[in-house]
């Protein structure tokens, strides 16, 4: 069955860097364009990054945008979020989550999440 | 930006009863690409509706979604135990993709 797996949350001080993993399987994952989503605690939903299949595009929110990098490895099956300098408003669960269709989508499988913590 | 307003921002209602809840976008969202997601606490989001009114894979048909334009329903024919939680919808008509604000389903 499809899963995604995210890893490599916890507490940074602010200005500090954090990179997320996302590990893939139950699916072709070179087939598909991946997204980091994130949810501030007690908050709704917000997009983040996209990446396409084969890492020719890729797209921020202005929030993040020269802060996050996106990227991903397919033979390991394996999405990343570098995240850099980092603010107390990036606090959130981050979620990355399979892109149904290519460019713009809704999103069809997602991972469970990892907290990031921004905070002295 | 489109921006998506969820009513009401909670419904409390009983299991059996017909839940309804909306979604306005501030500009008319293209080719109808409008999600729903349910999310419960402490688990993600999971998704329910796309293009509007096609139901996800393994998505009860007590679920349905409507609309068009700007303003976008969804509707659960009858409530059971397991559907009170957040429900949230998501535009993918324009760059950048986003959210309502969510509507809470509460038990009554």
């Known amino acids: 069955q499809v899963q995604l797996v995210e890893s490599g949350g916890g507490l940074v001080k602010p200005g500090g860097s954090l990179r997320l993993s996302c590990a893939v399987s139950g699916f072709t994952f070179s087939d598909y364009y991946m997204s980091w989503i994130r949810q501030a605690p007690g908050k709704g939903l917000e997009w983040v990054s996209y990446?396409?299949?084969?890492?020719?595009?890729?797209n921020y929110a202005d929030s993040v945008k020269g802060r996050f990098t996106i990227s991903r490895d397919n033979a390991k099956n394996s999405l990343y979020l570098q995240m850099n300098s980092l603010r107390a408003e990036d606090t959130a669960v981050y979620y990355c989550a399979r892109d149904r269709g290519n460019w713009d989508s809704d999103w069809d499988y997602w991972g469970q999440g990892t907290l990031v913590t921004v905070s002295s | 930006e489109i921006v998506l307003t969820q009513s009401p921002g909670t419904l409390s209602l009983s299991p059996g009863e017909r839940a309804t809840l909306s979604c306005r976008a501030s500009?008319?969202?293209?080719?109808?690409?409008l999600a729903w997601y349910q999310q419960k606490p402490g688990q993600a989001p999971r998704l329910l509706i796309y293009d509007a009114s096609r139901r996800a894979t393994g998505i009860p048909d007590r679920f349905s979604g409507s609309g068009s334009g700007t303003d976008f329903t969804l509707t659960i024919s009858r409530l059971e135990p397991e559907d009170f939680a957040v429900y949230y919808c998501q535009q993918y008509g324009s760059s950048p993709r986003t959210f309502g604000q969510g509507t809470k389903v509460e038990i009554k």
């Open positions: 500009q008319s969202v293209s080719s109808s690409y």
């Open positions: 990446i396409s299949s084969s890492s020719s595009y890729t």
